[in-house]
């Protein structure tokens, strides 16, 4: 079974640059994440979805930051004008609908903004 | 809200050792659902253990963990650390969302 895949594995910007990642997960898994994990930090979630719907994007920076799941399956998480301190990896998890069930985890995006 | 606290940054020791990493929790919720998180270098993070039964350990790989409620800790321990253990870990509980700790770094030398 093919576990939660991401793209791109890298991104480097300047500030002011526009940014997309984009996550398949598990077949099947109707619940989708979206961390971000600073150097040397555990992940913070960022935005979390049920199939298309959008659980909790309160950690979210909406003024910059967007993220969409139209059909509940694949996801893009976009930063519209990147920053500095949005130096991170980014991780998309996938689980399903029961609140115990496992998160896995893709291999992430890491992003460096100059 | 709920908040994972893990003391040690950076945890160094000799293969063949025990190895312990503190967790501790806080959250509003009777019922904690705790794990342990384990990210190898350049990987993403992989579930290494969970539980939400008071005072049973859970054991996976060679490491186990026992939640206690009454003191609020989840401790990652293994008898005997492998140099294959190095990693990071991190304790993480799940409320409406998982929270993780700040993870501690465990660096197991020959």
């Known amino acids: 079974e093919a576990g939660v895949t991401q793209s791109p594995r890298y991104a480097v910007l300047q500030e002011g640059q526009a940014v997309s990642f984009w996550c398949d997960p598990i077949s099947g898994h109707d619940t989708l994440y979206w961390y971000q994990q600073p150097r040397d930090q555990g992940p913070q979630l960022l935005v979390y979805?049920?199939?298309?719907?959008?659980?909790?994007n309160s950690q979210l920076p909406s003024d910059r930051f967007s993220a969409v799941r139209p059909k509940g399956t694949n996801s893009t998480l976009k930063i519209q004008s990147a920053k500095q301190g949005d130096t991170a990896t980014y991780l998309c998890?996938?689980?399903?609908?029961?609140?115990?069930?496992?998160?896995?985890f893709g291999p992430g995006t890491r992003l460096t903004v100059l | 809200g709920d908040s994972v606290t893990q003391t040690e940054g950076l945890v160094t020791l000799t293969e063949g050792l025990p190895v312990m990493l503190n967790c501790t929790y806080q959250?509003?919720?009777?019922?904690?659902?705790l794990f342990w998180y384990v990210q190898h270098l350049n990987e993403s993070p992989r579930l290494l253990l969970k539980?939400?039964?008071?005072?049973k350990r859970t054991e996976h790989q060679g490491f186990h963990a026992t939640l206690h409620k009454s003191s609020s800790s989840f401790h990652l321990q293994k008898s005997s650390a492998q140099l294959s253990d190095s990693a990071l870990y991190y304790c993480a509980h799940m409320g409406y969302k998982l929270t993780f700790g700040t993870g501690t770094s465990l660096l197991v030398d020959p």
């Open positions: 959250t509003i919720y009777s019922n904690p659902f």
């Open positions: 539980s939400f039964t008071d005072n």
């Open positions: 998890a996938s689980s399903l609908r029961d609140n115990y069930a496992e998160q896995f």
């Open positions: 979805f049920r199939d298309e719907a959008v659980i909790d």
